[in-house]
């Protein structure tokens, strides 16, 4: 499996960590809604087919990515920063290559 | 019940040139209804069927398996079977589940070549031996065998190990369960298939669950690919599918994530090893089958997947786990390896209950360990479903402990699931 970094473009699996389904939303660290908060923890849409995820290249740039993988066959659609600024990073790195 | 095989019926049909076998489970079709619908036809459906069946007289019941049956988990693990867990929960279930493994041929009139050969987990750090007496000390307590074992115990149990203080992780000593072992796989879903289909029950191959019947919430009946099954009582024992055909009943999230388990066997070998071998400085485990082959495991390949093969890094991994402990094996050819899909659950322990909606029964959560749950899980559930009510042995396997804090956390990990 390859995943290519914003930055570093592809790699092997082995350089990044998973950290796991990026579709859950953290509650407000101040909130007492403990329903939502058992909701983060716990409760996983573990799909068969496209997952949104989380990745790390830790083997790498260490930045933290939004992998859009299919869990029938492991191929990835999209990668993008995790905090969502997938466009501007893809457009830097082209700039670099140039 | 009359034993069907038997030394005089071996003697009886070699007589007459094999050719009055009875085929072990008949191909029937689908009927309309049925008091309970099992759905997925492995080790842990089919052990269902076969306790309903035989425990509770239940026996108008349909398996219902997508593809053949045997032909996911049951088919794919490494084979161990132990109960040497910390939490009192876990000790209770397994334990009961080996007390039947015990038994298990003899009962089904079928060689499950179960074979207590022992299973030894190795420390390598004082820590690690002081964390195993605790656990062996937890273990005697509730009645199970366990012992702690020094390093040239060990030596002379395993030639082959390597416990030399030049080991990349040395062997500082091990905890032993003497009445773990190994089963053969398959005879385990063809044994409980074979003893629920002589007491009636219906098992239907090519058989894919599309959706359920409902009645407001209550679940009715499923349809399949072979048309619409109506039943008072729907159980659901699907493992790594469990996320999958819970949606198909409106149940959106599950604290479950599907991950896969890749397993690995070499080419056969003289005797090596007679036991059940597990490295404590990683995730590996080994054991040799009766054919000679070494057949062995790691962790899972760490990201959600229905794929039921896996990918490079856990490969080289394991591989370079067992040359740790064994640096001997390093010519050694690997002659096949899979992956299985598991449900991996949030706390690394099952789940065995009453719904989550009316008429429904929920069987999953097993992680990597459900093989050696087979016969337990099966008693268990089957009972549920009889009864409408958890037996003391699964009572604390319910869906709904997550939210209400009563995790039973075997590893200590937290809620993360590639971890368990």
Known sequence: MLITCPYCGPRDVIEFTYQGDGNRERPDPASQN????????????????????????????????????????HEISSVGFARGDHAS???????DKA | MMAEYSAFSLLANALKGNKDWKPAWRKPDPKASYDVIII?????????????????????????????LGSGNVGRNTTAVRSNYLLPANT???EHSMKLWEGLSHELNYNVMFSQRGCLNLAHTPAQFDDYARRGNAMRHLGVDAELM?????????????ISSEARFPVVGGLMQRRAGTARHDAVAWGYARGADRRGVDIIENCEVTGFLRDGDRVTGVTTSRGDIRARKVA???????????????????????HVLQAFVTESLKPFIDTVVTFGMGHFYMSQSDKGGLVYGGDIDGYNSYAQRGNLPIVDEVMSEMLALFPGLARVRMLRSWGGVCDMSMDGSPI??????????????????GFKATPASGWTFAWTIAKDEPHDFNAPFTLDRFHRGLVIDDKGQGANPRLH
């Open chain 2, 150 to 162: 020094t390093p040239a115990e060990i030596k002379r149990l395993i030639p082959a190990l390597d």
């Open chain 1, 89 to 95: 990073a893809a457009r830097r790195n082209a700039e």
């Open chain 2, 40 to 68: 997925g036809g492995g080790g842990h459906g089919l052990a269902t069927a076969y306790y309903l069946a035989k425990e509770h007289g239940i026996t108008n019941v349909a398996v219902l398996e997508k593809g053949w």
């Open chain 2, 236 to 258: 659901v024992a699907v493992a790594g599918s469990t996320g999958r055909v819970m949606q198909l009943a409106g149940v959106e999230t599950m604290p479950i994530e599907s």
């Open chain 2, 352 to 369: 065995i209950t009453t719904g989550p909606l009316p008429g429904m029964y929920l069987n999953c959560g097993w992680c990597y360990g």
């Open chain 1, 34 to 73: 403990f329903e939502a908060w058992n909701a983060y923890v716990y409760d996983r849409l573990n799909p068969a087919g496209d997952h949104n995820e989380i990745w790390q290249h830790s083997g790498g740039c260490r930045a933290h990515l939004r992998v859009v993988r299919n869990t029938l066959t």
């Open chain 2, 92 to 94: 209770r279930f397994y």
